[in-house]
């Protein structure tokens, strides 16, 4: 089992991907400058020899969006992230929670709406962090 941990600010995307059993990293980076001319993707990953591959491009990534997309579709073309079966989970940090979240909460519908809320608090990066939330829900299925 895997999961991934996002960390969506408010130009950046930087994320890690997690064996559970050990918690050994099988993957991490970050997008950066998204919204801007030139932005871009530094990666790792193990191969399925378990060495360590990197690469690094320059890209444009319009929004969170796409962003996502770009780390969701890398992980599963470098075969650190597979089958619906392997993803156990996924962890967001989000910047502000208001008086609503202290600790670690499990994210369904109304959770989303009270990150939402606490958008004043923090309006450079709860929206970012958002759009994690929104993305990997839509692209990582069968994942709480």
């Known amino acids: 089992m895997k999961a991934l941990v996002l960390n969506s600010g408010s130009s950046s995307i930087k994320y890690q991907l997690f064996r559970c059993d050990d918690w050994e990293s099988l993957a991490s980076g970050a997008i950066t400058r998204i919204g801007e001319q030139e932005g871009a993707l530094a990666r790792r990953w193990l191969n399925a020899q378990g060495e360590a591959e990197s690469s690094k491009e320059t890209l444009t990534v319009a929004d969170h969006h796409a ?42 519908d109304p959770v989303v709406a009270a990150i939402r809320d606490t958008i004043p608090l923090a309006p450079l990066h709860n929206p970012a962090n958002l759009d994690g939330i929104e993305v990997a829900r839509q692209s990582l299925e069968a994942v709480a």
Not at 81 to 105: I, K, N, S, W, Y
């Open 67 to 108: 962003g996502l997309e770009c780390i969701v579709s890398g992980l599963r073309k470098t075969g650190a992230l597979g089958d619906v079966t392997q993803r156990r989970a996924v962890g967001h940090r989000v910047v502000h929670g208001g008086e609503a979240f202290h600790c670690p909460t499990i994210v369904d």
